[in-house]
């Protein structure tokens, strides 16, 4: 048998059957939804006199159900009577109810006094219950703040544009701003790709940080709202442009030159330009940053290259870069033609910086571990362990390098006491042909152990250090 919140209580009711009968049915009543949740306006809150005004709340369920209608009132503060908020956003004398599930309504513009505080509040229903009415939040129709134009100016290789505009506040003063920027499709700044987030001051223009996402002769957009004593905002006003920059002159070649060790040469880099330095050793099909020049002079940039395989051809290629605003403008590449390395000596060579290194004389490399990790374990407290090795991680080993003064010995000692570095190795000889190793980023595991062999006419010097595979 069906009932409503309407009928609960106790109802004198009769009936009888054939075997049975009964008298004064209870219904229970039924839980009404708590007191709602005003949540904007709220607190004395601005709101823009000349636009619709937004009343929004949250209906609270004390049974897990949902709003079914509500009654929205506003009024004057200090007015005796409500005024009540209709579906179609008018104010009516009399009780407005609202079928809708809805926590928001409307009130129209122009239908509040400008400058006057008022007063609102709403009571929800839920399955025939109604809340008791909120209690009054308030809020003050005003004249918003304005921006009447937005320009940026943003000139041929200019990669931070710099915005402007002219605002006005509607009453008091101007407090803080905000810069967004869209692709020139956008029609709001709910993505931006760049936003300043909000600023406290009168501002009337915001540079925007140089970028390196820009599109060379990309179209953008610039938009900008201001704020007033009080916390009203203008409507988002947007002003167009667009980044544009002439890409930096690629530098006329690249020749390699055979040496001890070879050097790469980079020709005609225009002056204040640094140079990028890649090279390839699968035809040009994938390319490895060898090392970044600081800016400097116009004229022709050498870079040694000691990692350079013995006996295996490589490419070398460059660019120019031009860095503004902090964004690097990068030119076309310039390719060498393809390089066989004859050089045959070994190299320490900073991991962090190929273009630093040292060269060096082996004379003893010993054998090789593999690094893994081991885990010892005895199944079920058994007398028997079982060993699990986990995946190998490169090798370890121990090397000795020759020097014949302790000049050169200091200078060793501070490669092998520093970061991570390559150990370029000489070739091997395998039946009778010459053949290049792989070089090995190793790291120094213990500290080196130093030797002076006295013998004539040269007291040679040994360093042996343990390393291990980076």
Do not use: C
């Amino acid at each position: 048998m069906g009932y409503t919140a309407a009928a609960a209580g106790v109802s004198g009711v009769s009936g009888a059957s054939p075997d049975a009968s009964w008298s004064g049915l209870v219904f229970p009543a039924l839980a009404g939804p708590a007191v709602p949740t005003l949540v904007s306006p709220t607190s004395g809150q601005q709101v823009a006199s000349a636009a619709a005004v937004a009343l929004q709340w949250v209906h609270n369920s004390t049974v897990g159900g949902v709003q079914t209608a509500y009654r929205a009132q506003v009024r004057a503060v200090g007015a005796g009577s409500w005024s009540y908020v209709a579906a179609d956003g008018t104010l009516n004398a009399s009780v407005q109810t609202v079928t809708s599930a809805a926590g928001s309504a409307s009130i129209n513009a122009g239908l509040l006094t400008a400058g006057a505080s008022h007063e609102w509040s709403v009571s929800t229903q839920e399955a025939g219950v109604w809340s008791a009415t909120a209690p009054v939040a308030t809020f003050v129709p005003v004249a918003s703040p304005s921006v009447s134009s937005v320009s940026v100016s943003s000139p041929l290789g200019t990669l931070a544009p710099a915005v402007s505009w002219s605002a006005s506040a509607g009453v008091g003063a101007l407090t803080a701003f905000q810069v967004a920027v869209t692709v020139s499709t956008d029609a709001t700044p709910d993505a931006p790709l760049y936003d300043s987030g909000v600023q406290v001051g009168a501002g009337s223009a915001w540079t925007v940080p140089a970028r390196s996402d820009w599109t060379n002769g990309g179209s953008y957009k610039a938009w900008v709202r201001v704020a007033q004593a009080g916390g009203l905002w203008s409507p988002w006003v947007s002003g167009s442009f667009t980044v544009s920059w002439t890409a930096p002159a690629a530098p006329s070649s690249v020749t390699v030159a055979q040496g001890s060790p070879p050097v790469v040469t980079i020709g005609s880099v225009p002056s204040g330009h640094g140079v990028g330095v890649q090279w390839s050793s699968d035809a040009g099909a994938t390319w490895t940053t060898l090392a970044t020049l600081a800016a400097g002079a116009a004229g022709s940039r050498s870079l040694a290259v000691p990692l350079a395989p013995f006996g295996a051809g490589v490419l070398f290629r460059a660019s120019s870069i031009l860095t503004s605003g902090g964004v690097d403008l990068v030119s076309a590449w310039t390719t060498s033609a393809p390089f066989t390395s004859a050089d045959e000596a070994a190299y320490l060579v900073s991991a962090s910086d190929p273009a630093e290194y040292v060269r060096v004389s082996i004379s003893s490399d010993g054998g090789r571990s593999v690094i893994q990790s081991v885990a010892v374990w005895s199944p079920l407290g058994g007398s028997r362990v079982r060993v699990d090795r986990g995946v190998a991680q490169g090798e370890s080993g121990t090397t000795t390098l020759q020097t014949e003064t302790d000049a050169d010995t200091q200078t060793l000692l501070s490669w092998l006491t520093g970061d991570a570095f390559w150990l370029r190795w000489n070739p091997e000889t395998q039946a009778g042909v010459k053949l290049g190793m792989a070089p090995t980023l190793m790291a120094v595991a213990d500290t080196p152990a130093r030797e002076r062999i006295a013998q004539i006419p040269i007291g040679w010097r040994r360093i042996t250090f343990p390393w291990v595979q980076q």
